[in-house]
Antibody
Framework: QVNLLQSGAALVKPGASVKLSCKASGYTFTDYYIHWVKQSHGKSLEWIGYINPNSGYTNYNEKFKSKATLTVDKSTNTAYMELSRLTSEDSATYYC??????????WGQGVMVTVSS | ETVMTQSPTSMSTSIGERVTLNCKAS??????VDWYQQTPGQSPKLLIYGASNRHTGVPDRFTGSGFGRDFTLTISNMEAEDLAVYYCLQYGSIPYTFGAGTKLELK
């Protein structure tokens, strides 16, 4: 079955960077785009962008263009999102999710990022 | 950016009640709308894709409808397990955008 396993929670200092991982299994990794979504505590969801694991092509929400960098490692079926120059506004839960036929039926379990000194 | 406005923000419901949730897009998105259910501490769960298609395994008490700018999610016979926050998502244009959510609570 399809599974997206995300890395564990992260506590990072303001101004630092963090790289989150999302390991896919149960399907052909290069066949489906991986998307990333942000959810601040108690708030709604924000779409960050997607990556085509086959070509590496990315498409970002303008709001996150200077914040997030999406990459993949096809050898390990893992997608990554690096968040840079972290501030308290970046404290949130981040999800990876796989798009299929018009929806996101598969989600990672989410990873909480806390930015604090 | 397409803004998705959900109403109501919250709703008090009773078990067995029929519930209607609304989502309005700031511009036409065709049928490119999904509905998701989220309970505390869990990842969002896909209910409806393409405005009206029920995802595999979703109970038939959940029905989606709409086209263009106006979309509706109906729960025909509310059950306790349906208490959650519901989000609409449009993927008709980049950036994809979610509504702010509707929280269903018990009366």
């Amino acid at each position: 079955q399809v599974n997206l396993l995300q890395s564990g929670a992260a506590l990072v200092k303001p101004g630092a960077s963090v790289k989150l991982s999302c390991k896919a299994s149960g399907y052909t990794f290069t066949d489906y785009y991986i998307h990333w979504v942000k959810q601040s505590h108690g708030k709604s969801l924000e779409w960050i962008g997607y990556i085509n694991p086959n070509s590496g092509y990315t498409n970002y929400n303008e709001k996150f263009k200077s914040k997030a960098t999406l990459t993949v490692d096809k050898s390990t079926n893992t997608a990554y999102m690096e968040l840079s120059r972290l501030t308290s506004e970046d404290s949130a839960t981040y999800y990876c999710t796989r798009f299929s036929y018009g929806g996101f039926p598969y989600w990672g379990q989410g990873v909480m990022v806390t930015v604090s000194s | 950016e397409t803004v998705m406005t959900q109403s109501p923000t919250s709703m008090s419901t009773s078990i067995g009640e029929r519930v209607t949730l609304n989502c309005k897009a700031s511009q036409s998105v065709g049928i490119n709308v999904d509905w998701y259910q989220q309970t505390p501490g869990q990842s969002p769960k896909l209910l409806i894709y393409g405005a009206s298609n029920r995802h595999t395994g979703v109970p038939d008490r959940f029905t989606g409808s709409g086209f263009g700018r106006d979309f509706t999610l109906t729960i025909s016979n509310m059950e306790a397990e349906d208490l959650a926050v519901y989000y609409c998502l449009q993927y008709g244009s980049i950036p994809y955008t979610f509504g702010a959510g509707t929280k269903l609570e018990l009366k």
